[in-house]
């Protein structure tokens, strides 16, 4: 069964920084593209970033440069630091796995993607 599991979110001030983990279980790390979502209330569910196995980066220009994706191969983990942040990240944030590349996570249909984690909520006050 696979399991992706989020943790570190928070309230923060902004300007602040975060750093989120997701855990991933019952899968081949190896075959998939990792990433982050977020959504807001009322709002859609809006992709952030992605990172290929090779780690190939991705990020939506709403959060280039303020935030940076990695992932720990050996630990089948992946991590989203964020800096600088604003009261609009406010946010439920997903981890996501998806085998395609993640070079396509802008436009992919959200539904499609193949593994969503609980979310962790991120709260950034002004």
């Known amino acids: 069964q696979v399991q992706l599991v989020e943790s570190g979110g928070g309230l923060v001030q902004a300007g602040g920084s975060l750093r989120l983990s997701c855990a991933a279980s019952?899968?081949?790390?190896?075959?998939?593209?990792m990433g982050w979502f977020r959504q807001a209330p009322g709002k859609e569910r809006e992709f952030v970033t992605a990172?290929?196995?090779?780690?190939?980066?991705y990020y939506a220009d709403s959060v280039k440069g303020r935030v940076t994706i990695s992932r720990d191969n050996a630990k089948n983990m992946v991590y989203l630091q964020m800096n600088s942040l604003k009261p609009e990240d406010t946010a439920v944030y997903y981890c996501?796995?998806?085998?395609?590349?993640?070079?396509?996570?802008?436009?992919?249909?959200?539904?499609?993607?193949?593994?969503w984690g609980q979310g962790t909520q991120v709260t950034v006050s002004s």
């Open positions: 990172i290929n196995w090779s780690g190939t980066t």
């Open positions: 996501a796995a998806d085998r395609r590349l993640g070079s396509n996570w802008k436009r992919l249909d959200r539904k499609t993607l193949d593994y």
């Open positions: 019952g899968l081949t790390f190896s075959n998939y593209a």
